[in-house]
Nanobody
């Protein structure tokens, strides 16, 4: 499956962004979808993930209460709505896909999109 991420940009602290990731090439429905980020000098972090049915979600502590992951299987798209953004949210955000359940470890995710830069100014 090929993944195309979009929606990053420059935003002031306290602002919002919605990231989108559209899948192509294979049926989108069976895949769990996730959003990872990597800030300069830091490890990859799973920010949020959603199962294939949309029935279960995962959020990193840093994202809880400020972010919402959702998916539209009919449009092969997963979204990450991020609110109350902070400078520490600045990172390259990547969407990823995998069959089966959600794992935090990025090695478990087999399909990756290109990153989209999110920059939050103070």
């Amino acid at each position: 499956v090929q993944l195309q991420a979009s929606g990053g940009g420059l935003v002031q602290a306290g602002g919002s962004l919605r990231l989108s990731c559209t899948a192509s090439g294979r049926t989108f429905r069976p895949y769990s979808m996730g959003w990872f980020r990597q800030a300069p000098g830091k490890e990859f972090e799973l920010v949020a993930a959603i199962t294939s049915s949309g029935g279960s979600t995962f959020y990193a502590d840093s994202a809880k209460g400020r972010s919402t992951i959702s998916r539209e299987n009919a449009n092969n798209t997963v979204y990450l709505q991020m609110n109350s953004l902070k400078p520490e949210d600045t990172a390259v955000y990547y969407c990823a896909a995998k069959l089966g359940i959600i794992y935090v470890a990025r090695e478990r995710w087999g399909y990756w999109g290109q990153g989209t830069q999110v920059t939050v100014s103070s």
